[in-house]
Every structure is written in C-alpha cells, then in structure tokens.
C-alpha cells in the first residue's frame, strides 16, 4: 500500500473519526446550503413591488378582457338565436296595425267606386291614398312572417292584393271618364249660313276635332280599350263630318248643316254609352276585389 502512495491517507483513516454507522459508506453528502425562503414583501425594493404589482395587473386586464369577450359572444349568439323571433313578432304587430288601417279605409274605396257614374266627377278622397299605403305595407310584412304562420301570410297577401288592384281599377275608371266626357260634348256650331263666315265655322269645328285626337291619343291602352277603339272610329269619320258641315253652309242649307251636326250629336251620344256599360263592368270587378279583401281580412282575424 505505501508503494501505492496510500500510506498517509490509511493512517489518517485510522487515527481520525470512523464514519457515522447510520451514513452508507460510498456515499457522498451534499453540501448545498438549503432553500432560503424568500424575503417579504417588507423587504422588497420600492421597485421590485411596482413591477411585481404591474405583472399582476396585467394578468387580472386578460382574464377581464378574456370574460367580457366570452359574454360579448354568448349575448351575440343569443340575439342572433332570438332574432328570428323578434323579427316575427314585430311583422305581426306590424301587420295587425295595417289590416286595420286597411280595414278602415276600404268603405272609402268602396264609396268612391260608386260614384263612377255619377254626372259630376268625383276628387278622390285622401283616405285613398292611406288605403294604398297599408295595403303595401301589409304585404310587405306578411312576407317576413314565418312559414308556421303562412294562414295569416297568404290572407294578409289576398286582402293586400285585392284592395290594390280594386283602387287601380277605380282610379283608372275615374281619370279616364274625366278626360274623355267633355270632348264628347260638341262645341255649339252655327248652322244659319248668313250669321257665320265658312272659314271661321271650319276653324271652331277643326280645333274641337284636334282637341278630341288629343286626348284620344294620350289614352292609356290598359284602361277601357274598347272605348279607345270606338273613339279612334269616331275621329276616323271627324273627316268627312267636317266637309259636309261647311259644303251645307257654303250651299246656304241650314237643314242640311243641322243634320250632320244632329249626325255627329249621335256618334258621340253613342259613344257615351258605350263607355258608361264599360265602366259600370269596371265597377262591378271593383265591387268584388273589395269584397275578396275584406273576407281574406275577415280570415286574418279569425
């Protein structure tokens, strides 16, 4: 052993301090210091507390802003899950609201279309256009009601519909008597060939005659057509009846100038009648589309 160079350490074994029993032999023993706890916040630098609190302040911002978004989220889904209901709702109160406008207002309509006929031309009353009103408007939010409600859609859509085309027809009726009933009142034509010059009864006649294809031709084609052809026949004929009113004064024949203007009297008298049985059939159509809206009101109610 000392020729290995272990003699001093064998003798310092043996005179020294034998190892604990307790403590394995072969085992090393650690000489770290322990874990120091550390320091209270007492103990800490003014600053280390600023960035200790700050870093905790930041954390406390996320989980806020995290929460916030979370409910932001959830109110969003909810308002879109409802929307659909609430949209329903608010089409259905809505279109309550203008049934019974249109409920109201259909009377007026009804009012108006019997005077069709009558000798002085009616104004249309205001209330006509509150009836055009509701009526589009309840089709409109019959539209947004849902398909578990299409009962009260498609009564809604009918009542709708059928006070609008009945209002159409009425106006329609309306402007066109107006227009036409006076040019189918002749002016007064002189027929005593010594109390009028040839070229001044041809003028009177001529600017009658351009006043009557005016108005023929600014006709709608869609509103009483039939009459806006017997007219065309009668402008046609406006030719000749004009030639034979003058030759009759140029000859000095009053007869014969009263017969063609007495002839003229009964294509227009004819041609009145003719538009009063068209526009009585225009009456009775609007007669029944306010009743077709009125029982589809009747059916939304129920």
């Known amino acids: 052993m000392e020729s290995l160079g272990f003699t001093d350490a064998v003798s310092e074994w043996s005179d020294g301090p034998r190892p604990s029993p307790s403590r394995p032999p072969g085992r090393h023993v650690s000489t770290l210091a322990p874990a120091v706890a550390p320091a209270s916040v007492a103990d800490w630098a003014p600053g280390e507390i600023r960035h200790e609190l700050d870093r905790r302040n930041v954390r406390w911002n996320v989980l806020i802003s995290v929460a ?54 009616a104004a249309e009353p205001p209330q006509l256009f509150e009836l055009e009103s509701a009526a589009r408007l309840l089709f409109q939010t019959s539209g947004q009601l849902p398909p578990e ?52 009864a041809a003028r009177a006649f001529g600017e009658w005659q351009l ?16 009459v806006t052809e017997r007219m065309d026949l009668v402008s046609a004929e406006l030719g000749g009846i ?30 009145s009648d003719f538009m009063d049985v068209e526009l009585d059939a225009v009456q009775s159509q609007v007669s029944r589309h306010i009743a077709e809206a009125e029982n589809a009101l009747a059916d939304l109610d129920a």
């Open 68 to 121: 916030v978004l979370v409910g932001a989220l959830s109110y969003v889904g909810f308002w879109l899950y409802q929307r659909p209901t609430a949209q329903a709702n608010v089409a259905a109160v809505e279109m309550e609201t203008q049934a019974a406008a249109l409920a109201d207002t259909l009377p007026v309509l009804e009012d108006f279309n019997d005077a069709l006929l009558l000798p002085d031309a």
């Open 149 to 200: 409600q299409e009962a009260a859609r498609s009564a809604a859509s009918v009542a709708a519909e059928e006070a609008l085309e009945g209002l159409q027809l009425v106006r329609g009726g309306h402007a066109y008597r107006l227009a036409v009933t006076p040019i189918l009142a002749r002016p007064d034509l002189e027929t005593d060939p010594n109390l009028i010059a040839l070229d001044e």
């Open 242 to 271: 004009l030639t034979g009113y003058v030759d009759a004064l140029r000859s000095d024949d009053m007869a014969a100038a009263q017969a063609v203007l007495s002839g003229l009297d009964n294509l227009l008298n004819e041609l």
């Open 211 to 226: 006043q009557f294809d005016q108005v023929r031709t600014a006709l709608p084609d869609q509103v009483l057509p039939d």
